[in-house]
């Protein structure tokens, strides 16, 4: 009887204790329509952050994810430059130079061990201005880590951001994220 007991709660000290998954190896893209037609993608591997799994099972992630948006590449050193000074201005320092993604909720999937796909709601502050966002999320399982693609869209005009123009040609104001990226414990 004693090892039962204890065994039940070991069994429940694992449900309620947190998991912290770190992030690994990461690929963020955001892919642009132009006004024109056809599109860009803009692309970093600089993901960073961990999350922890709340206790007794609730659906809300602490920590965050964090992109640095200087490291932002769209294949074309002059979009480079207007993308991360006229538009970011990642030069304005904290909440301009990062993207950051908190307060994670995640629907249809356990935070605890997360698998399968589901949905995510989040906080993402991008220029200074922070927003609810919310789009899909894939999770599988891999030998040592959890792979993660998660999927959502944004309007720029939402985070005080000009409409980037050049020449005529512009994004529109609804641009595609998309991320892919390890966890593990």
Request: aromatic share 4%; hydrophobic share 40%.
């Amino acid at each position: 009887m004693k090892s039962t007991v204890i065994g039940l709660v070991l069994a429940a000290a694992a449900v309620v204790s947190p998991s912290n998954w770190r992030v690994g190896q990461g690929d963020v893209r955001v892919i642009c329509p132009m006004t024109i037609g056809g599109s860009f993608e803009a692309k970093t591997a600089a993901l960073s952050g961990s999350v922890i799994a709340g206790a007794n099972g609730s659906p809300t992630l602490d920590g965050s994810l964090a992109v640095d948006l200087r490291t932002l590449d769209t294949g074309i050193g002059l979009r480079n430059e207007h993308l991360r000074e006229k538009y970011l201005e990642v030069n304005k320092g904290t909440g301009f130079d990062t993207a950051t993604l908190s307060a994670i909720e995640l629907t249809g999937l356990s935070p605890i061990a997360p698998d399968g796909k589901g949905t995510f709601t989040g906080l993402l502050t991008v220029h200074g201005v922070t927003k609810v966002v919310s789009g899909t999320v894939d999770v599988r399982r891999a030998i040592e880590h959890l792979r993660v693609k998660a999927s959502f869209r944004l309007d720029v005009s939402d985070y005080g951001i000009a409409p980037p123009r050049y020449l005529g040609i512009g994004v529109t104001n609804t641009v595609q994220v998309e991320v892919a990226f390890d966890v593990s414990r």
